[in-house]
């Protein structure tokens, strides 16, 4: 576990972004942090809101344990729609396990997946054949919850339908992200709770 700055994660994650052909190219060792974060913003304005929403947060960039990758969750998002519809129990092996069923049960499955789901899950079964190594960005709010994968949905599910399909799993890395006043608001409760507690007692 190396611990990482946010500079270092919204660049790494805009690389990976500008080599989308429906994203404009750029310099991006040659922006400033705030210039990386806007252009990340515009590529990614649903995935990448949190980077200022849940600020200040602390980086580390770590490899993930099989039993710590089977845990994670998708990207949040509306229920019934796009990853949560694929998962119903939001989690990455969940909708690698839906793609594994509709694969078994016959090729147009996948398409008919596809449409309910809005997920690309024919892109999933390619990625699970050629694996791409760029590590995954994770979200843990420290809320009793597994971290969620904020960007590499695709890639976490294809590492996932390879563990589930073939049972082997191939480290994965990833930055994960902690947003500092989380954790921060339960402490302050829980002293608010504690002084009120003295002065009754002094009452």
Known sequence: MTRVSQEHVIKRWLELEVRKPEVPSADVE????????????NAKPGAASFL??????????????????????????????????????ETV????????????AGGTNLDYLTAKTGVDVRRVRSIAENPLNEPLVLLDRRNCHPPRVMDGNYRATARA???????????????????????LKPIRTFVYGLVRRRRRRTW
């Open 30 to 41: 040659s922006l400033t942090e705030r210039e990386a974060l806007d252009e990340l913003l």
């Open 52 to 89: 200022w929403r849940e600020t200040p947060i602390e980086w580390r960039e770590v490899t993930l344990s099989r039993h710590a990758f089977e845990r994670l969750r998708l990207i949040d998002g509306p229920e019934k729609l796009s990853w949560r519809a694929l998962s119903p129990d």
């Open 93 to 104: 092996l969940g909708a690698a396990r839906r793609i594994a069923r509709c694969n078994a």
């Open 161 to 183: 339908l390879n563990l589930v399909e073939m049972g082997t799993y191939d480290p994965v890395s990833a930055y994960i992200g902690v947003p500092s006043r989380l954790v």
